[in-house]
């Protein structure tokens, strides 16, 4: 996910978009597993500096972060194989 000036802001409820920059940042050193048991605290933080994330800490719910997980072993599930 390039950071520039033309790329469209990402939200909270861009779950997709974020999952895909979390993969990018991550790639296969987090498995199903692994992401499952990332503590909120660091997803959150790692969420905010994805590239285009243009939402804000206060704005972030439980519901959001549990989705995030989830479409991110969707997307780490989609690149094995």
């Known amino acids: 996910m390039p950071d520039n000036k033309f790329a469209l802001p990402i939200y909270w409820n861009d779950y997709e978009d974020i999952a ?3 993969y990018e ?3 296969d050193e987090f498995g199903e597993s ?4 990332i503590r909120f605290t660091d997803l959150l933080e790692w969420v905010l500096t994805l590239p285009n994330f243009a939402g804000k800490r206060e704005e972030a ?3 959001h972060l549990e989705q995030i997980q989830s479409t991110w072993v ?4 989609d690149n094995q194989g």
Do not use: D, P, T, V
């Open 61 to 63: 719910n439980e519901g």
């Open 25 to 27: 940042k991550f790639g």
């Open 34 to 37: 692994k992401i499952y048991r």
């Open 20 to 22: 895909m920059g979390l």
């Open 74 to 77: 969707y997307e780490w599930r």
